[in-house]
């Protein structure tokens, strides 16, 4: 199957500080990827849709000034959580697209702020 | 939401055929069923798809009802390694309203 990356696996961050997370698509061309969150015990929410060269599709209550995503190349989307904050700790987790209807997703990245 | 519903969990003897079933009633005729699961801690792992006709990959088999309400996902010799929770989704393409429920939570015991 097709491979999809994350980096990085694991940030601690201070409160109100930024933190960048990176997904690839290691062997194919991804026109789009998507973005969900992850809290304990809790299932997978979609939060945005990013398309490459576009700007991102967000779900309903996802704040788009917070979460910033780019999708700048067909291999790369980012995921920006500005002055992030104790309840933004969460696992995220994002996926690409292959062949328009198959997702693959990456490992995931786990966000603490303290 | 979901248009899905699967049992909250499931156990299975080491070695013996795991059957995880799931309902979707509310299918369209141009949705796939899709199966992922997803290890304590992990990224979700693509299982199997399909759309009418039974499907077979080196995972796993995938059974779908005629009427497509329903389906079954079969993994014939589970593993320790299977415990996991194993979510069934209804999506049309380019990922159009896929959406995780609450999946079933195998336990494959020794």
């Known amino acids: 199957g097709a491979v999809v990356s994350q980096h990085p696996s694991r940030v601690i961050c201070k409160s109100g500080t930024s933190v960048k997370i990176e997904c690839r698509s290691l062997?194919?061309?991804?026109?789009?990827m998507f973005w969900y969150r992850q809290f304990p015990k809790q299932s997978l929410m979609l939060m945005a849709t990013?398309?490459?060269?576009?700007?991102?599709?967000?779900e309903q209550g996802v704040e788009k000034d917070k979460f910033l995503i780019n999708h700048a190349s067909l291999t790369l989307s980012t995921l920006t959580v500005t002055s992030a904050h104790p309840e933004d700790s969460s696992f995220y987790i994002c996926?690409?697209?292959?062949?328009?209807?198959?997702?693959?997703f990456g490992p995931g990245t786990r966000l603490t702020v303290l | 939401d979901a248009k899905t519903t699967q049992p909250t969990s499931m156990d299975c003897a080491e070695g013996r055929a795991a059957n995880l079933p799931c309902n979707h009633s509310?299918?369209?005729?141009?949705?796939?069923v899709y199966w992922y699961r997803q290890i304590h801690s992990q990224g979700p792992q693509y299982i199997i798809h399909?759309?009418?006709n039974n499907e077979t990959n080196e995972m796993a088999s995938l059974i779908i009802t005629e009427d497509r309400k329903s389906s079954t996902l079969i993994l014939p010799h589970a593993t320790l390694r299977d415990t996991a929770v194993y979510y069934c989704?209804?999506?049309?393409?380019?990922?159009?309203?896929?959406?995780f429920g609450p999946g079933t939570r195998l336990s494959v015991l020794p």
């Open positions: 509310t299918i369209s005729g141009n949705e796939y």
């Open positions: 399909g759309l009418k």
């Open positions: 996926s690409a697209l292959w062949d328009y209807n198959e997702q693959f």
């Open positions: 062997d194919f061309q991804a026109t789009t």
């Open positions: 989704i209804v999506s049309g393409d380019y990922g159009q309203n896929f959406v």
């Open positions: 990013s398309n490459e060269g576009s700007k991102a599709t967000y």
